[in-house]
């Protein structure tokens, strides 16, 4: 079995070494950090991870600025935050500028372990289509299968894994109405903790990066009170690859 590498960044010793010891037990590879300095400095001297989990406060560089920075430097690795509950704001930002996910303190160790295997699943999910298919087609957008990257117009698309995997799932689903809570476990997994806020807000970051004008989208439609559909602005085309007509 590949090895699951995973950033633990928590100024907290208590909270820090909670983390760490229920990760390993799972069967993770921790590397911990107690400030955002250290955890930018591993990368920087070449430490690389599948998943990092991040305090929101910390003194120094915080875990909104870790998030900025690993997120510039990767758009693979899955970012989930550590927030209070006084810290819903921080929360959408953080999601806006490119975290999968936040898990709010205090937390059971179940929570945070299915969190971050449902993270850590779908890379895995994704390297087995990858084994079948090649690539899918809809209207200006190609998404490569195989390095899990979506180009538009042959212009490759700035997206997080999340990103990545709800338009996959989108443009599987082409003309489809898909409501919240299917996006929520089709993507967050199953018995997702979360509410639905993660989804909206994730549309939202999609719509401005593939929509001409996100207020008026013609790709990912809404569907009041439902939820939302890969639209006629983009019908599916071609959606097998050439090895699998």
């Given at each position: 079995?590949?090895?699951?590498?995973?950033?633990?960044?928590?100024?907290?010793?208590?909270?820090?070494?909670?983390?760490?010891?229920?990760?390993?037990?799972?069967?993770?590879?921790?590397?911990?950090?107690?400030?955002?300095?250290?955890?930018?400095?591993?990368?920087?001297?070449?430490?690389?991870?599948?998943?990092?989990?991040?305090?929101?406060?910390?003194?120094?560089?915080?875990?909104?600025?870790?998030?900025?920075?690993?997120?510039?430097?990767?758009?693979?690795?899955?970012?989930?935050?550590?927030?209070?509950?006084?810290?819903?704001?921080?929360?959408?930002?953080?999601?806006?500028?490119?975290?999968?996910?936040?898990?709010?303190?205090?937390?059971?160790?179940?929570?945070?372990?299915?969190?971050?295997?449902?993270?850590?699943?779908?890379?895995s999910v994704s390297r087995l289509a990858a084994d079948n298919e090649s690539e899918l087609v809809s209207g200006p957008f190609r998404v490569d299968l195989r390095s899990r990257r979506i180009t538009k117009d042959g212009e490759p698309l700035d997206i997080t894994q999340v990103?990545?995997?709800?338009?996959?799932?989108?443009?599987?689903?082409?003309?489809?109405?898909?409501?919240?809570?299917?996006?929520?476990?089709?993507?967050?997994?199953?018995?997702?903790?979360?509410?639905?806020?993660?989804?909206?807000?994730?549309?939202?970051?999609?719509?401005?990066?593939?929509?001409?004008?996100?207020?008026?989208?013609?790709?990912?439609?809404?569907?009041?009170?439902?939820?939302?559909?890969?639209?006629?602005?983009?019908?599916?085309?071609?959606?097998?690859?050439?090895?699998?007509?």
């Amino acid at each position: 079995m590949d090895e699951k590498r995973i950033l633990v960044c928590e100024d907290e010793d208590a909270i820090r070494e909670f983390v760490v010891i229920h990760l390993k037990r799972s069967g993770y590879d921790v590397y911990d950090a107690d400030s955002g300095e250290k955890a930018i400095e591993a990368w920087k001297n070449g430490m690389r991870f599948d998943i990092a989990l991040l305090d929101i406060m910390m003194p120094g560089i915080d875990g909104t600025q870790v998030c900025r920075f690993l997120r510039s430097e990767s758009s693979t690795i899955g970012i989930i935050m550590l927030s209070a509950k006084s810290q819903e704001m921080d929360k959408v930002n953080c999601l806006m500028m490119g975290a999968d996910d936040y898990v709010t303190k205090p937390f059971s160790p179940s929570e945070l372990i299915a969190r971050v295997d449902a993270i850590y699943r779908r890379v895995s999910v994704s390297r087995l289509a990858a084994d079948n298919e090649s690539e899918l087609v809809s209207g200006p957008f190609r998404v490569d299968l195989r390095s899990r990257r979506i180009t538009k117009d042959g212009e490759p698309l700035d997206i997080t894994q999340v990103e990545y995997h709800i338009l996959e799932y989108f443009i599987r689903n082409a003309g489809n109405a898909v409501d919240r809570r299917t996006l929520l476990n089709k993507i967050w997994g199953e018995g997702y903790y979360g509410d639905d806020k993660i989804v909206d807000v994730n549309i939202r970051r999609i719509r401005m990066k593939i929509e001409e004008d996100p207020s008026n989208p013609k790709y990912i439609q809404t569907v009041w009170g439902f939820g939302y559909k890969w639209g006629a602005g983009a019908r599916a085309d071609g959606e097998r690859s050439a090895a699998n007509p």
